[in-house]
């Protein structure tokens, strides 16, 4: 099993360990996944994340080459930037979400989803013989970790000396010297609180991982959290999670993600995609939240009020913020307005449930 460069602290911190896409990986430590999503919502947390994918994109092509396979509008970000957007095969279906980052005049970084590297690796490589580009996997080079929570920005101002809420933009990127070690931030995250993402060489995460826990402990709460809080958390604010509420079968207006395809771009999978928009959605996804008690589970089965299979669970856990057990599921378009009451088989029982207005929880940036 593959083992990122602060595993050895995982382990010495007794965290709970899974595979997670071929990754040995820490699912919660000792405070448990429910405290570490409550400590993110009120102050500070530190994933490792490492088990991301990362990929260099250089050359004279590289701005045309990722506008070709990325749904967002690529050209338009200027370098010190980072967006989102998806890749797209022909029919339009989803192969990955990504962050994309504009590093340098003709340098990009790609990060992608470790359950989609390969895949992704072989789909860039396939159609960039037409442009001027080498495409590089440094994942094996290098740490990812996301330091995310409310007091995330405060600390880093005073740990070093910058003034980054007025001055950092969100989705901007900054390179670092802490505790003279390099690294390369980007003001992202997929917890729908503000914070950063963090590139770092390998030799140097586990000095950096340790420095950052012990130094922001000085100023606020915080603790390393762990693969089922990252999950909670980006559930609440509505962002979706590939294999989940993505994936090779499902076009981004299904998946309410239609906002993420700049459609004055010429990108793979457009052509399916307004076909679709021209003729209109069958299904959509939905979040729901059960009124009796009961866990909704990924591949439980969604029922109308009458009792008609009418879609499946693809996400579902309890949201700690909310307070509830929730779910997403794609339904017809009939049964996805907010209000709408609903069924969820668990193993058999049908519990009563109700379409939640989406998000659950706004983002605090938006």
């Known amino acids: 099993m593959l083992k990122t460069a602060v595993n050895s602290f995982h382990r010495e911190q007794n965290a709970r360990m899974v595979e997670y896409a ?14 570490e999503h409550r400590l993110v919502r009120r102050s500070a947390g530190l994933f490792d994340v490492s088990h991301m994918g990362r990929f260099r994109i250089k050359g004279s092509g590289s701005a045309s080459f990722l506008d070709y396979l990325i749904t967002s509008d690529v050209r338009s970000l200027k370098i010190g930037q980072s967006g989102y957007g998806l890749l797209l095969n022909r029919d339009g279906g989803i192969i990955d979400d990504i962050f994309l980052y504009h590093t340098g ?20 490589n396939e159609h960039k013989s037409a442009y001027d580009v080498t495409v590089t996997d ?10 995310q929570g409310p007091r995330v920005l405060p600390v880093l101002e005073i ?6 809420q007025d ?3 969100r989705f901007g990127i900054r390179e670092f010297l802490f505790e003279d070690i390099p690294f390369l931030a980007g003001r992202t995250g997929y917890t729908g609180e503000d914070g950063v993402e963090i590139f770092v060489s390998n030799d140097k995460a586990l000095a950096l991982w340790k420095s950052l826990l012990e130094k922001f402990s000085l100023h606020c709460e915080i603790a390393p959290c762990g693969l089922a809080s990252r999950d909670s958390l980006r559930f609440e604010p509505g962002f979706p999670l590939y294999g989940h509420e993505m994936n090779e079968s499902i076009l981004p207006p299904q998946a309410l993600l239609k ?32 009124i009796e008690k009961g866990v909704p ?17 693809v996400s579902g856990l309890y949201a700690p ?24 088989s668990l193993r058999g029982q049908p519990k009563m449930a109700v379409v939640e207005k989406r998000p659950l929880y706004k983002p605090v940036y938006r």
Not at 22 to 35: I, K, N, V
Not at 263 to 269: A, N
């Open 22 to 35: 071929g990754w040995d990986m820490p699912l919660f430590y000792a405070m448990g996944a429910t405290e």
């Open 105 to 124: 005049p003709e340098d990009y970084i790609l990060v992608v989803n470790a359950s989609n590297l390969n895949k992704d690796l072989d789909w860039l």
């Open 138 to 147: 440094e994942s094996p080079e290098t740490s990812l970790f996301a330091l």
């Open 159 to 164: 740990l070093t000396g910058q003034n980054l």
């Open 167 to 169: 001055e950092w933009d």
């Open 259 to 290: 906002w993420a395809c700049y459609l004055e771009s010429d990108f793979i999978g457009k052509e399916a995609l307004m076909a679709l928009l021209e003729k209109g959605l069958e299904t959509k996804l939905i979040t729901l939240s059960l």
């Open 297 to 313: 589970r990924e591949g439980y089965e969604v029922l109308s009020k009458e009792g008609e299979v009418i879609g499946q669970v």
């Open 321 to 344: 913020t909310v307070d509830k057990y929730c779910a997403n599921a794609f339904v017809p378009v009939a049964f996805a307005k907010a209000g709408t009451e609903l069924q969820v």
